[in-house]
Each structure stands twice: as C-alpha cells, then as structure tokens.
C-alpha cells in the first residue's frame, strides 16, 4: 500500500468514533454548552469561559475514543451510564444556580450530604415549581427532550425508500466516500489538535489543583492567574468531593484532639475576654496609625483618653484568611513540628477552663453560595463536633452589613455566665468594599485625594475602602460600649492586610505571587492591632495593664495570639508557650517572622 492510501487511510479511519457515536458527541456537546453559558449572572462584567467550546469539544472527542475503544457492549452501557450522569449533573448545576445563584461547589455538596431524607423532601416540595421549569434549567430539559425523541425516532428503522431512509443512506454514503471521508477525517483530526493546544494549559491546571495534599495549598493555588477554570459540572464535582475529602483528614485529626486539650488549672483572670477579628485591614489606612483621612476617629479617641492600646509592629503570618485563621484558632505556631490541625484549638481549652464561649461570625456559616475560601477558612469552624467542643453559643445567620453582629450580641448575651469568651468575626473591608457599609455613612469622596496618577473609577474604590475601615470604626466602637460598665478586656485583629492604591500602585485586592517583597509586606501584611481595657479591668488587674502598655511597641505576629488569649484568661495549660506570649517576661521577641512559610519580614529592605 503507498504512503499516500495509508494516510488516506488513517484520516479516513478518524471518522469511525463519530460514525458509532456522533449522537453521543453532539448531544453531549449541546449540553454542555447550555450549561455554560446558562450559569453565567445576568450582571455587567460576567463572561462566559472563553475557551469553553474548545475544551468541550476536546472533552466529547476524547469520551467518543474512549467508547469506540471499548468492546461494542462495554461501550454502549458506559455511554447510557455518561448520559445519566451528565443530565443529572447538569440539572443540578443549573437547578441550584437559578434557585440560590451559585453552581455546584464543596459546601453544596457537603450540605446535601448532611441533609436528610425528610428535610430533601420538603426542600423539593418548596424549590421545585413551574417558574423553576421556564427559567435556564428549561434550555437543558429543551435538550434532554431533542435528545429522547431523536432516540426513539432512530430506533425505528426507516424503510430504505422512505425520505429518512433515503437521507441516512446518502450520509453514510459521504463519510464512506474516499475523498470526503479523507476530507472530514482531516478536518475532524485538525479541529481536535486546535482545541488540544488552547485547552491543553487549562487541563494541566486542572491536574495541578488536584494534586495537592490540604486544602490551604488548594486555596493558594486558586489565587493564582493561570488557576484551572472548571467550566463544566462534572470538574466542579470532582473538585467538590475531592476538596471535601481533604478537609475531612484534617477535621478526623482536630476531632481526636478534643480529648488531649488539657487544662490544668484557671484563675479566671479576666471575666470578659473579647476577640474581634476583622477582614482585609490595611493598617496604613488607619488614622490611628497616622494615616492623613480621619478614618478611625472613635478609636483614636478611646487611645488618646485611655483604655485602648495601639501595637505599632503587627504583622499577619499569610494574607489569606483560610490560612490566618488556622493560625488563629489553633494552638500550632509557624515553626512548629506537624501541621496546624496536630494542635489543639484555643476555644476548646477555654470552654474546658470554664468559660462560656460565644462566636458571632458574619462570614463562616455553611450556605451554598459560599466561595472556596469561606469553606477553607471556615471548615474546622463548622464541623458540628469541633463546634461543639468549642462553642456554647453561635448565631444562625448573615447580615449585609456587620452592625447585624451588634443585634445578635443584644440577643444572644442572656446566655453570658460569669466568666465569658466571645469571638466577634466581621465582614469588615473584604471586597466588594462598597457593599460593606450602608450608603447613608458614606463620607469619602474622590475629591478627598490628591492622586493625580489614579483615575476617577480608582479614586472612587479607594474612597470605598476608607469609607468601609469609617463604617468598621463605627462596628468596633459599638463592640467596646456594650463591656465599658463590665470587667472585659478586648482584643482586636484583623486577619491580613490588603492592597489598596498604595503610593504608586494602581491595585486593590491582594497579590498571590511567591515573591514577597518589602512593599507588598507593608500593604497585605501590616495590620493593626489593639487592646482595650475596660475601668473594672484596669482597676483589678494594674499590673497586667502595666504589661499591655509596656508591650505596645514590640514586635509580634499574629500566629501566636492563642497563647496571648490563654494568658488572658488565666489558664494554665501544657499547650501553653509563654515565649509567644507578648505580654510575659519571657516572649521572645527575636522569633522570626516568617511570611507564607517563606519571607523573613524582618530582613525585607
């Protein structure tokens, strides 16, 4: 046979997979590109993934090969099998977009795994209704439909000389042909090379997320630019149940430390220990830390009349807020032998001392439009029995702005007992700063800034972001009226810091990139972080105001804060370490501090 037949040859033979199975692959193909353009928000500035058709295409060929390779049997159950599978998939995809405008993702799956069956149920007898037909999901039943009836028509055999009989005769005559089947094998061979080459970095991406070990390093990858798109329901499920699975080792281990968090004795040294964790706070926009807007005005005051104590050299360990409270909650310190989650979690150890510990957060309950930085960071916060071991009381709710945390408060304090921990978590300035303050508290404007380098669109984002750290001086302050007439101590932190618009910066938001330069550390790692001490507190504990003063100016990193809360509260505990605590005589201040497991702040020039 000449060199030219055997080519002519192997494009013709290009072609059998989609003669076998062409229904497979053009349904299959329909389908998933209903569901991708059917899940994008009908809002400005959302697209659809621009190489959407091309991956699918190399999809649907790759899945065709695959059942065409199989024996005839094999093949055809495996495809019914896809079938059911894509449809349900993308049913349920397009279901819970139009329902609660989010696809599928670890935290929907893990809420329909805890769901049981009365509660799914009534949920179906609430969701699924004739508005739900006629919305998106009515152009995947339009296509599940086309696809039964072309089925049922291609199992009835046409007569030869019938119209469709005659048709389907002449196609197989086209691709049987040997020039025109040598044509489309080509044409076929080259569109599917084409896909391959711009779809092939997107699915080693897709490998690259998967291959990770803990859902921190999941976390950071997805803030990379090149991150994989996971364009079809079938990648956001197994992205799902793969980073539940992560999750769940590192839950199976904070669960077996409940039992060896100990507690040797507790003096109850404070009545009232209060943690406020903050969101995405640029200590160099604060005019506390001498920043030229007036955006924390209450807080200055309380530092300047007494009470409240400003630590000048905070630094946050990561400026991811999965990461920081990991940090935060657990025992472990950056150093420190094994992983975070070896470790016990401070709340457990309070509640063992005798503490009654309330945890208020308007960011980490479970919902299904929940993005995969609110499960990372909040897991370990959710499982219901770390909660248990940790929390005596948790609110059951979100709010649009964090003054709803104040309303919890009001109604949950009935439950406060003698000695209490209580963890306020606020939204703060986390992106979209806009939608974190109500307009009517509006007060920056992008007349305020002398900024000829930034365009007006820049201007007004920045305005928003002192406007949001204006609103949180507001939330804090209403935080601290509530203990003024109590023995309380408070502590305030705010997970990392954020870009925004710095001196010659035209950015906001965060930068992922491994190398962590001085000035980057100063916008996302700088935070602020202070003590407030109320009268009754001062006035029982001299000394240990003495000792909040005298530390102000040392320098600190946040992943030792437990040890500091533990000191606070009077308990004594083998997991204790009184070198992080930056009020003992012996803190050690030399500790480096390590960045992303990686920059020594301190050597940054």
């Known amino acids: 046979m000449k060199f030219v037949d055997k080519i002519g040859l192997a494009l013709t033979s290009v072609l059998k997979p989609l003669r076998d199975y062409g229904a497979f692959m053009v349904f299959m193909y329909v389908l998933g590109l209903v569901c991708v353009y059917a899940v994008v928000p009908a809002k400005r500035g959302y697209h659809a993934y621009s190489l959407a058709p091309q991956e699918l295409f190399l999809d649907v060929c790759l899945l065709a090969v695959v059942l065409w390779a199989l024996p005839r049997r094999v093949g055809l159950w495996l495809k019914r099998a896809m079938y059911v599978v ?49 919305s998106r999901l009515g152009r995947v039943l339009l296509v599940l439909l086309a696809h039964v009836a072309w089925t049922v028509a291609s199992h009835k055999k046409p007569l030869p000389t ?5 048709r389907l005769e002449q196609v197989k005559g086209i691709l049987g042909s040997s020039l025109l089947g040598r044509l489309g094998g080509a044409a ?91 969101e995405s706070y640029n200590r160099h926009h604060a005019s506390l830390y001498g920043y030229g807007l007036p955006t924390t005005p209450r807080q200055e005051w309380r530092a300047k009349h007494g009470g409240l104590v400003p630590f000048s050299d905070v630094v946050a360990p990561w400026n991811l807020t999965s990461f920081v409270f990991k940090y935060l909650f657990s025992l472990y310190a950056v150093g420190d032998k ?74 949950l304090k009935k439950d406060n007992r003698e000695n209490n921990l209580i963890i306020f978590h606020l939204k703060g300035q986390h992106v979209d700063y806009r939608t974190r303050f109500p307009l009517s508290r509006r007060k920056f404007n992008p007349d305020d800034y002398e900024r000829p380098d930034l365009k007006q669109k820049e201007l007004r984002i920045l305005a928003d972001y002192d406007n949001a750290i204006l609103y949180n001086d507001s939330i804090v302050d209403e935080i601290i009226k509530r203990f003024e007439d109590e023995e309380a101590v408070i502590v305030y932190v705010p997970d990392h810091g954020e870009e925004c618009y710095g001196e010659g910066v035209h950015f906001y938001g965060r930068m992922h990139s491994t190398e ?45 804060l437990p040890h500091l809360l533990l000191y606070l509260g009077g308990i004594s505990s083998p997991h204790y370490r009184e070198d992080l605590n930056i009020l003992a005589p012996g803190y050690n201040e030399g500790r480096p501090r390590i960045l992303k497991n990686t920059t020594d702040y301190d050597n940054l020039e």
């Not at 019938?162 to 005659?166: A, D, I, K, L, Q």
């Open 86 to 134: 894509a449809y349900t998939l993308v049913i349920v995809d397009v279901y819970c977009f139009v329902k609660f405008d989010t696809t599928i993702t670890p935290t929907m799956l893990l809420l329909v795994g805890e769901t049981n069956s009365e509660e799914a149920s009534e949920f179906l007898e609430s969701y699924l209704t004739l508005n739900v037909v006629f």
């Open 516 to 560: 962590i330069t001085a000035r980057l550390a100063r916008e996302e790692f700088d935070i602020p972080f202070w003590i407030w001490c109320s009268h009754d507190f001062m006035v029982n504990n001299p000394a240990l105001y003495g000792d909040i003063l005298k530390a102000r100016d040392r320098r600190y990193m946040t992943d030792a």
């Open 338 to 411: 094994g992983e975070w989650c070896d470790y016990p979690l401070f709340p457990e150890l309070f509640r063992k001392a005798g503490y009654h510990v309330t945890f208020l957060t308007n960011q980490f309950l479970p919902q299904a439009k929940e993005a995969v930085y609110d499960f990372s960071g909040g897991f370990f916060l959710n499982n219901p029995e770390l909660s248990r071991a940790m929390f005596d009381t948790r609110n059951e709710r979100l709010y649009r702005y964090d003054d709803g945390m104040l309303k919890e408060y009001d109604r």
């Open 188 to 278: 076929l061979l080259a569109a599917f090379i084409y896909c391959a080459a711009v779809g092939w970095k997107n699915k080693e991406a897709f490998v690259r997320l998967m291959s990770y070990d803990n859902i921190g390093d999941v976390e950071h990858e997805l803030t990379r630019k090149d991150c994989a798109v996971l364009y079809h329901p079938v990648y956001r499920l197994v992205f799902s149940v793969y980073a539940n699975g992560l999750t769940a080792k590192q839950v199976k281990k904070l669960v077996a430390n409940i039992d060896k968090a100990v507690v040797d004795s507790c003096s109850m040294r404070t009545k009232n220990v209060v943690l406020i964790i903050g």
């Open 162 to 166: 019938s119209p469709v009989g005659r």
